[in-house]
């Protein structure tokens, strides 16, 4: 069974940072996979926050992140990071972390960040 597990959020101040990871377990070939980050606050859409593939071939970043966080992966351990830095308000939301491969999509939980003085 594939599980996703997303560690690292919390309550930070504004310029603050945090280091969100989300480890796959129960997954085969994870370098077959694109892991994405997305989030969702309360009365939003959820929104695609960065995405990676393995060998960092494709990477992208919604534009409001772009210079600020940071996406990388280490598939010796089957986990990806997101270092989020000087982080505003308006990334306060629940981030979820994904893995697709061409029809197949697996989703975390989710771990809250909230950006707030």
């Known amino acids: 069974q594939v599980q996703l597990v997303e560690s690292g959020g919390g309550l930070v101040q504004p310029g603050g940072s945090l280091r969100l990871s989300c480890v796959a377990t129960?997954?085969?070939?994870?370098?077959?996979?694109?892991i994405h980050w997305y989030r969702q606050a309360p009365g939003k859409e959820r929104e695609l926050v960065a995405g990676?593939?393995?060998?960092?071939?494709?990477?992208r970043y919604l534009n409001s992140v772009t210079g600020r966080f940071l996406i990388s992966r280490d598939d010796s351990k089957n986990m990806v990071y997101l270092q989020m830095n000087s982080l505003i308000p308006a990334d306060t939301a629940r981030y979820y972390c994904?893995?697709?491969?061409?029809?197949?999509?697996?989703w975390g939980q989710g771990t809250q960040v909230t950006v707030s003085s």
């Open positions: 990676i593939s393995a060998g960092n071939t494709y990477i």
């Open positions: 129960g997954i085969a070939s994870f370098t077959d996979y694109r």
């Open positions: 994904s893995a697709r491969r061409v029809t197949t999509d697996y």
